[in-house]
């Protein structure tokens, strides 16, 4: 196995959380994405989607996409579990990791910011606030999905981490750098407290990367 | 089991298909999008995510995000099998299906088109371009995919639908509706082309639902 990532991605993150928990730590090969590396000839063929992380499988192909390479792990190495093993726990599971995967993260991630900027000519603070919005709409139905529900523990189901939890945290760090106001989501954030307290979790940050820049 | 599903969904689309797939026609309540009824407190109460499509599980709870519907069927009616059985061969199908469910169909679905008009002034014809742009960023990766991939069958992944063409092939439908030049993607619509002809994905269409519209 190899990684490839970018220590600002979110979706990178998600997938560092989860192979920390697995105890798994591939050698790893940084792709600038402020550079634009992805987009080059060298990353695109290796990995057509032209987005980071993507992980080498066992058999020589490159995958993409963060939830794809997180259930793979589960899969090949199922101790400890990222998801749980009865269908209406891991769908719950599933549904919120893919509300901040497709509901929140694309919405707000780099590419799309730059196309506002660039193409539809929104200044800074504009598009910034086009990124804190997303992340209240979706964080909102995060918070409301998991208060109160019987399934919900010291993570977002139950008391291990899930891929669930590998997606919120870095969402939380999202929201974090567009200002969002994170008092108005208490169980996200007792869930994110929790979390980081890890250290699967707290190794995975961005700021913990050979790669990261101030 | 109920369905909750609107006919121009693209994320109710897919669920359509893996039901068909699956002989599964539970009872469906249509939730109106464009007049707002995912808002509404007593749709709400029931998703708290606030998006179409959602399915009743066999405990009462209802699941939202298309995905994770998709894999809950599979686990509970595993046949015929939405995802191959070898974790690599899972992998680039969820990889592919994520493709078109994270990047390209979040970033120009009507809550998205809306906010760029409403919030940000967008004209008709600008909002529509750039979910132009999106289609055809996420159409050209998926063609790259799968074009000349040894996995690569009459569908996206060998010769039996999967949750790669369930998710594809909503998105050609979107990609139509922004006048996307589709010749470009020649192996995806040869596989579109494929799947169209069987009964499950022509049944799923948006103009052959109930509360399709003109």
């Known amino acids: 196995m190899k990684l490839f990532s970018y220590f600002r991605s979110s979706a990178a993150f998600r997938v560092r959380i989860a192979l ?12 600038h994405l402020r550079r634009g590396e ?59 990791a893919m509300l901040c995967a497709c509901d929140i993260h694309p919405l707000q991630n780099l590419r799309v910011l730059n196309r506002l900027r660039e193409a539809h000519k929104l200044d800074e603070q504009t598009a910034n606030g086009w990124a804190a919005h997303w992340n209240e709409v979706g964080l909102k139905a995060y918070e409301d999905s998991i208060t109160g529900n019987r399934h919900t523990g010291t993570c977002s189901h139950g008391d ?30 007792r869930v994110h407290e929790h979390c980081m307290k890890l250290p699967a979790f707290e190794r995975a940050q961005p700021t913990r990367q050979p790669d990261a820049e101030p």
Request: proline share 12%; aromatic share 6%; glycine share 6%.
């Open 20 to 31: 920390n928990l697995k105890g798994l730590s591939p050698p790893t090969e940084f792709v």
């Open 38 to 96: 992805q987009s080059g000839s060298a990353y695109l063929a290796q990995n057509p989607q032209g987005l980071v992380p993507a992980l080498t499988l066992e058999d020589g192909t490159v995958l993409g996409q963060s939830l794809a390479i997180m259930e793979y792990l589960d899969e090949v190495q199922p101790l400890p579990r990222l998801l749980p093993t009865d269908p209406p726990g891991r769908a719950r599971v599933r549904s919120l």
């Open 160 to 189: 291990q981490p899930t891929i669930a939890d590998a997606c919120l945290i870095p969402q939380v760090f999202s929201a974090q750098r567009f200002k969002v106001d994170l008092s108005r989501y208490p169980t996200v954030m």
